[in-house]
């Protein structure tokens, strides 16, 4: 009997302390750890550039729009509003209405009180990009664009104090949900710029509570908040508990992709975000960042570094060291393209006049792009046929570069001799057609292996057409400089889309945006004429007939040597779940799950 | 010895206005543009002129260098247009009785508080470089006295051979292979990290930065250690103390490391500023957020505030430290006088 009671009460116990331990993994906080590649700068969504400090705003702070998670190519979906906006007014007007109830994280800046989001947030946030005192990196997008509101910035500029209240005619609030947009002129790319994850809307109170040091208070109306920030150390987001939640949609997913299937498998119909807090780790340097990864300390690795590719991927394939481990490789081709720039107002390389035009081709036909791609970038990219990336609104699959671009020296060596660069002095090395010998310089940007190969390759694949250049590696300031103000013969470069339409790449040949984004500083009636034409027409098969013709120009002319769309390889581990990464969205701590079993089992 | 301490004191404000202007000079002459570096992607010359404005650099040079004396004066707390109290606030302020600060220079970059970034950064640094600097200068005193006891020997030629091959191979290579075999082929520690906590970072992510650095300082600081204790052992007075049959214990350990000490604490002195800018190989590498790693960012993004704060800096401690070493001198050898 006694005998009895004891086993009865040990069942009773084991059974107690089963549920427990179940209980208590149930209630296990799940944690993600990854490194950046470079610091960031802080978390004033209207003060920032650099995608580190975007990729946190995007965590903590929402757009009007957004992205759908799984959708190729991308498709804009609501975020803050209630829908979509049509363009009204032929793309000229924009009624955005704002999802009611939708509450900031707490801050004492709301004096314990729940803040809700309205319209009016989203205008402060506007006024704020154009405010002086904010150094807007992303003013440009605001600028020449609504109604009334360059003359009240000038205005503002002129008063030395920036007005936030003011009616501006273009920003006109409805009511406490609704505002609306009026353009100087149709846009119907407008509606990107409001799912960038910095164009979001920032509670006025917050701002001016924390007027000095507004990098270091995001308040946001995202899922998570800013829980501790080590500057360029160490950023840690935890789940905001007061955020409303979302859920992962799967109606654009595409059947066949393992990885939307994964994704779908590990979150659909569950109330998102699933992980309670990211820890992030700024790591410059690429071999602490990978190996990192690979000792297990982080549970994946995003953008895998070029000279550690050879240790993780074989002709595609995981290595078997990582096959093992389980980890998974999400390869992602970047809306971005590399390109070295010609300075179209440099008296060697530059002009418009058919002998300078030839004198480009040849140095592009003399490039060997195949090596690039080999060598430099380790078979990690493919040719750009375009600017165009694939996957941008308006990028064509069909469009081929083909003849002006094919590494064809002894087609080279043709131009050259036809133009009358020939080696006249017998030194080897061509001359101009008045006899004075070319020396060609190629700035690059300092630090960095794949740009200090590049340029050896430009000196290696110019030699054997007979012509000299001198490479000269840069800091970043300076590059960026030069480069802006001309002062360079040839120079590396690369753009990342800011949105997923074409005209976000062409508007780097667009002649008004020279001392701009226009680095190779070409000014072409035509092209600009396309351009601007371009800017007044939704995306439809004409408007895609410009863009062709756009990307044509381009190629005759040869302001630039269209280089590559790198490809990135992110690597993760097999107790991560759900991972996708967006090809326009940074981070993807919001669509994640971890088994947090197999993530201690895991770790070494 | 104070009227000495005083005068070298005074000596100190030439020095600091030459790097100032050295720093100020080299910056606006050589450096990148921040306005166009903070701009962005996509920016125009207005915005470019307002960036230029608001941070002060479309003023003239004159004015500029004002501005910077004026900081360096205020030791980086307080920005010379906060003082002057442009728009008023200051004064509205005292008038309703509340202390009326000043605003600390900030980061470009960042906007943080310039005197912030040092004071924060300066913990990690003097936690990876005071620990190298002491067990550099008594494992290579140690080793530079053994090796000087048995000059001419094999071991001494051997090990004279190490110290060249090691000195010849770049710090960046050590970094590299020990991170890769020690810290991740052979997990003796972690390849990277940093938490806050002094302990937990002296004892788990410290030790192998710091073995790093003692192994590639400690070949040239053997070598020179060595020469100094040769040099002593040459001299008659050592002959003598032989002669007098005082033990080679005694010769050694009491009579010529007294006097090697005085190179070697000139040595130190020297060294002793650099670990307070730390490696930025070192943290760039091993994710330590210390001063010299901020400094490299601040290079980088032509964030002159920081870059300005962080060589006066430097410049004070090392005029501040090689005063303190002259006034050792006297303490170590009882013959310094102070002229």
């Known amino acids: ?604 | 010895m104070l009227a000495y301490v005083i005068r070298r004191l005074w000596q100190m404000i030439p020095t600091l206005a030459g790097v100032m202007l050295l720093i100020f000079f080299l910056f606006n002459w050589v450096g990148g543009d921040p306005a166009l570096v903070l701009s962005g992607k996509i920016t125009n010359k207005e915005q470019i002129e307002n960036i230029r404005k608001q941070l002060g650099v479309d003023q003239p040079y004159y004015k500029q260098l004002g501005y910077f004396a004026f900081e360096v004066a205020n030791g980086f707390t307080c920005t010379y247009r906060s003082y002057v109290d442009a728009d008023g606030a200051r004064a509205k302020l005292r008038a309703e009785g509340k202390p009326a600060p000043c605003q600390a220079v900030r980061s470009w970059a960042t906007n943080e508080e310039v005197p912030k970034i040092l004071v924060t950064r300066i913990g990690p640094t003097l936690t990876i470089m005071l620990p190298v600097l002491v067990l550099e200068t008594i494992l290579g005193v140690i080793l530079a006295i053994g090796v000087a006891y048995v000059r001419g020997t094999l071991t001494d030629r051997m090990i004279m051979m190490v110290c060249t091959v090691a000195m010849s191979i770049s710090f960046l290579v050590y970094i590299i292979v020990a991170q890769y075999y020690f810290g991740f082929k052979w997990g003796m520690f972690p390849v990277q990290g940093w938490t806050g906590n002094f302990w937990k970072d002296l004892t788990t992510y410290a030790p192998l930065p710091i073995m790093l650095a003692i192994f590639v300082g400690l070949a040239p600081a053997l070598r020179l250690y060595r020469s100094f204790f040769l040099d002593e052992i040459n001299h008659d007075y050592v002959r003598t103390a032989r002669a007098k049959g005082v033990a080679e214990k005694v010769v050694m350990l009491k009579h010529v490391l007294r006097n090697a000490m005085i190179p070697i604490l000139t040595n130190v002195g020297i060294a002793l500023p650099g670990i307070f800018v730390g490696s930025f190989l070192l943290e760039t590498f091993f994710s330590i957020p210390g001063l010299g790693r901020e400094i490299l960012v601040a290079v980088n993004r032509s964030d002159f505030p920081v870059i300005k704060a962080a060589t006066v800096y430097l410049a004070m401690i090392t005029m501040i430290i090689n005063l303190l070493v002259d006034v050792m001198y006297k303490v170590v050898d009882p013959r310094v006088t102070f002229k």
């Open chain 1, 1 to 604: 009997m006694a005998v009895t009671v004891f086993l009865r009460a040990m069942a009773a116990l084991l059974c107690t302390l089963l549920l427990a331990a179940q209980a208590a993994g149930a209630n296990e906080r799940k944690t993600v750890r990854l490194a950046f590649r470079a610091a960031e700068t802080g978390f004033d969504p209207q003060q920032i550039y650099d995608r580190y400090s975007v990729g946190i705003c995007e965590n903590i702070f929402e757009s009007p729009l957004t992205y759908d998670w799984l959708a190729r190519p991308v498709r804009l979906v609501p975020l803050l509003l209630e829908r979509v906006p049509e363009p009204e007014e032929g793309g000229a007007r924009y009624t955005l209405r704002f999802k009611r109830g939708i509450h900031y994280a707490d801050d004492p800046a709301f004096n314990g009180k729940r803040r809700e989001l309205t319209a009016r947030d989203f205008e402060y946030a506007i006024r704020r990009f154009r405010d002086p005192v904010n150094r807007s990196p992303y003013e440009w997008l605001f600028e020449n664009k609504i109604i009334g509101l360059d003359e009240h910035t000038d205005k503002s500029k002129k008063a030395g104090r920036f007005d936030y209240d003011t009616p501006i005619e273009g920003l006109k609030l409805l009511d406490a949900y609704t505002l609306q947009i009026r353009l100087k002129s149709p846009d119907y790319n407008f509606l990107y710029f409001l799912a960038m994850p910095n164009v979001v809307p920032v509670a006025r109170e917050v701002i001016e509570k924390y007027r000095d040091d507004t990098q270091a208070h995001p308040v946001g109306t995202g899922p998570y908040v800013l829980k501790e920030w080590v500057r360029r150390s160490k950023i840690v987001l935890e789940k905001n508990p007061g955020y409303r939640g979302h859920t992962l949609s799967t109606e654009f997913a595409d059947a066949k992709d393992p990885w939307d299937q994964g994704a779908i498998k590990a979150l659909a119909g569950k109330t998102l975000p699933l992980i309670d807090r990211v820890e992030i780790y700024p790591i410059e340097q690429e071999q602490p960042r990978y190996l990192a990864f690979v000792n297990g300390e982080h549970d994946y690795l995003e953008e895998t570094p070029f000279e550690f590719i050879d240790q993780v991927l074989q002709d595609g394939k995981l290595m078997p060291a990582f096959a093992r481990r389980g980890v998974s490789a999400f390869r992602e081709e970047q809306m971005e393209f590399t390109y070295d720039v010609f300075n179209m107002d440099d008296k060697v390389v530059g002009g418009y006049t058919p002998e300078k035009i030839a004198f480009r081709r040849a140095l592009i036909l003399a490039h060997d792009r195949a090596q690039e791609i080999d060598i430099v970038r380790k078979k990690q990219a493919i040719p750009a046929q375009s600017p165009l990336p694939p996957g941008v609104v308006g990028y064509d699959p069909n469009f081929r570069s083909g003849a002006f671009l094919d590494h064809h020296p002894a087609r080279a060596k043709a131009l050259l001799d036809m133009i009358g660069y020939i080696d006249r002095d017998g030194d080897g090395f061509r001359d101009l057609p008045d006899g004075r010998p070319i020396r060609l310089e190629y700035k690059y940007l300092a630090l960095e292996q794949e740009k200090r190969q590049q340029a050896e390759l430009w000196v290696k694949n110019l030699a054997e057409v007979g012509l000299r250049v001198d490479t000269v590696a840069v800091q970043f300031a300076d590059h960026l400089k030069d480069r802006r103000v001309g002062k360079f013969q040839i120079a590396s470069s690369a753009w990342i889309a800011d949105y997923p339409d074409a005209q976000n790449f062409l508007q780097l040949f667009y002649g008004p945006n020279t001392d701009q984004s226009n680095e190779t500083r070409f000014r072409l009636k035509d092209y600009d004429a396309l351009y601007e034409k371009s800017l007044t027409l939704p995306d439809s098969p004409e408007r895609n007939r410009l863009y062709r013709e756009m990307n044509r120009l381009i190629l005759t002319h040869a302001p630039t040597r269209l280089g590559v769309h790198r490809t990135f390889n992110h690597l993760i581990y097999p107790w991560v779940k759900g991972y996708k990464k967006h090809p326009i969205l940074f981070t993807s701590f919001k669509y994640l799950d971890v088994d947090t079993a197999a993530q201690r089992a895991g770790k070494p």
